[in-house]
């Protein structure tokens, strides 16, 4: 009877506390390539105090509302939502490149401009079904030294 008991118990046991998968065996680039994301936060701070909101001063409705789609091919597509930027302009378009480095801990994007001016040879902060958030150390001129701090919505 002992035994029986504790072999329920055992069983018991194992069966709750099994997890259930929640999709984060996904690798980057799928987890990249899965969605339809929209930059939803732009900030700079210094020692993690925001000292500049780029998103919210300085970006108008016609970029905050942009989709950018990252491709298998490693091209990326920008969409530019409800609002465009200039009546004449295509509503997407296939210009920019991406890439993973550094065992896939660095987020390159090349030749389109999602924060104008700024760079992003990225850190990947977090990157999962809903969320990416990106960072870069850099200088800007009449801030100094701090952290760009870029965040994107899956909106698929």
Avoid: H
């Avoid at 401009?113 to 990225?122: E, H, S």
């Amino acid at each position: 009877m002992k035994k029986t008991i504790s072999v329920f118990i055992l069983i018991t046991t194992a069966f709750f506390s099994c997890k259930k998968d929640n999709g984060s065996s996904a690798t980057k680039t799928e987890l990249l390539v899965a969605g339809k994301w929209q930059l939803t936060g732009a900030n700079f701070s210094e020692s993690g105090v925001t000292v500049l909101d780029f998103y919210s001063t300085y970006m108008t409705s016609c970029q905050t509302d942009n989709f950018y789609t990252f491709n298998s091919n490693n091209t990326v597509t920008v969409d530019e939502g409800a609002t465009k930027c200039a009546d004449t302009a295509a509503q997407s378009t296939t210009t920019g490149s991406w890439s993973l480095t550094d065992g896939d801990t660095k987020f390159n994007i090349s030749g389109i401009a999602i924060v104008p001016g700024v760079a992003l040879n990225t850190t990947i902060v977090q990157l999962d079904n809903t969320t990416i958030k990106l960072s870069k150390d850099t200088t800007i001129s009449i801030l100094g030294s701090g952290t760009i701090n870029l965040t994107f919505t899956n909106k698929k």
